[in-house]
């Protein structure tokens, strides 16, 4: 079975979102073991400074990079775009390779350190559009599970 970990900057504040989480965690319990590991954010000034933003976001990485373990794939802009179908391909080839842990990371508001970045075996975007990182979250999670479910061939992703 696979391990699946998903390291978050931040906490999900909304009673809505922490439910659609526990929905897509329960979802998930059939193909693989899901690990949330939320990592406290940096606080920062209203409007920081680039070395504090630099500073905050290496803190949030040595704090990333503890839990980190597997197949690390970091959520950033500059990240790769892909359909479902290749997310689903791509969770397949990294079990076959030997490797059934994955480790999804999402950060701060202000993203990820290079550090983690530079960890990556594969760096994930969902879409050049900005989303809320708590949103992003709930995304992501969607995206697992429909991957699982392309990956066991049901109808849930058309």
């Known amino acids: 079975m696979y391990n699946i970990n998903l390291i978050a900057v931040g906490r999900l504040k ?4 922490r439910s659609a989480f526990a929905e897509y965690s329960k ?55 892909m359909k479902s179908e290749m997310l689903s391909k791509k969770i397949e080839d990294i079990a076959v390779s030997g490797n059934s842990e994955i480790s999804f990371i999402i950060g701060s508001s202000y993203g990820l350190a290079e550090s983690v970045k530079r960890a990556a075996g594969l760096k994930l975007s969902m ?23 392309i990956s066991a061939g049901k109808s849930y992703h058309k």
């Open 14 to 17: 909304e009673e809505y979102l």
């Open 27 to 81: 979802r998930l319990q059939a193909f693989c073991n899901l690990k949330l590991i939320e990592i406290d954010e940096c606080r920062l000034p209203d409007k920081p400074s680039e070395k504090e933003i630099h500073n905050a976001l290496e803190t949030e990485a040595k704090m990333i990079m503890k839990h980190a373990q597997g197949f690390i794939i970091p959520m950033c802009i500059e990240g790769r775009q």
């Open 127 to 149: 879409s050049e559009m900005t989303f809320p990182h708590q949103l992003a979250r709930i995304m992501l999670m969607e995206q697992i599970y429909r991957a699982f479910m």
